[in-house]
């Protein structure tokens, strides 16, 4: 199994950037073809954030965060990152990392990934 642990969170003025970690171990019997950062507000589902395919260079992004957030990744060292700039109050929820094999048009989808990591907080004060 993959294991996926996230890192990075805190607290920001509205404006302000972080910068999240997700570091992967272990390995999968088939690799995941994506990596993907989900987030979750209270009260609400978890929501797609952006994602990557490993197999090429190609960015997904949600429409509220594209043009502000980047993800990235450090194959080395296992990690994939999502830079996080202008961050405004509705950025606040619980961000998780994901690994998967999405199909291209469920790759927005929730359910479309197997591994998880346990989320780290972002809050963005007003």
Excluded at 40 to 66: I, M, T
């Amino acid at each position: 199994q993959v294991q996926l642990v996230e890192s990075g969170g805190g607290l920001v003025q509205a404006g302000g950037s972080l910068r999240l970690s997700c570091v992967a171990s272990g390995r999968a019997s088939n690799t995941p073809t994506a990596m993907a950062w989900f987030r979750q507000a209270p009260g609400n589902e978890h929501q797609f954030v952006a994602a990557s395919r490993w197999s090429s260079n190609v960015e997904y992004y949600a429409d509220s965060v594209k043009g502000r957030f980047a993800i990235s990744r450090d194959n080395a060292k296992n990690t994939v990152y999502l830079q996080m700039n202008s961050l405004k109050a509705e950025d606040t929820a619980v961000y998780y990392c994901a690994a998967g094999s999405p199909i291209l048009s469920s790759l927005r989808r929730y359910s479309a990934y197997t591994y998880w990591g346990q989320g780290t907080q972002v809050t963005v004060s007003s």
